[in-house]
């Protein structure tokens, strides 16, 4: 892979164009990543790709190898595995809770203690996710709770 970078002035935003031999899973990563330092990221609905602003992301869930993002209104697919989403969007407040969900810490409503040292997490949309002892305490320092 080759970078250019060439600085023009008069140019009212950045453009940035991928010239390529073939479009594959490797460009989708990378226009993703792109994506989040934007506060947005690139997800599938229906076969179409589109952006997604990270503010309306609930939480992203791993099912059978595929990455579903869950928004108030509607469920996406990524082309991202959940442990690259995870390290790309833990700047701007997303975290595992378990083995296969990450979820936006500024869309959770509430957190209660649970059975077994877990814990019971209600978002701003009523949804109730369980976060598993092995992050708990994590979830708990990033939140400020002892």
């Known amino acids: 892979m080759k970078i250019n970078i060439e600085v023009q002035e008069g140019i009212e935003d950045t453009v940035v164009t991928i010239r390529c031999k073939e479009h594959n899973a490797q460009i ?3 226009v993703a990543a792109m994506l989040v330092i934007d506060r947005r990221m690139t997800v599938f609905c229906e076969g179409h790709m589109a952006e997604l602003d990270l503010e ?5 869930e791993s ?3 595929k990455c579903f993002v869950y928004t108030g209104e509607k469920v996406y697919e990524s082309c991202n595995k ?5 390290q790309q969007l833990e700047q701007y407040l997303f975290a ?16 209660k203690t649970y059975i077994d040292r877990r814990l019971l997490m209600t978002l701003i ?17 990033l ?4």
């Not at 309306?56 to 992203?60: C, E, S, T």
């Open 28 to 30: 989708d990563r990378l």
């Open 56 to 60: 309306k992301v609930l939480y992203i």
């Open 63 to 65: 099912v059978d190898r």
């Open 82 to 86: 959940l442990y690259e989403l995870e």
């Open 96 to 111: 595992r809770i378990n083995k296969a969900c990450v979820v936006n810490l500024k869309n959770v409503e509430s957190i």
């Open 125 to 141: 949309n009523g949804e109730r996710l369980v976060v598993s002892r092995q992050y708990a305490e994590g979830i708990k320092a």
């Open 143 to 146: 939140l400020g709770f002892r």
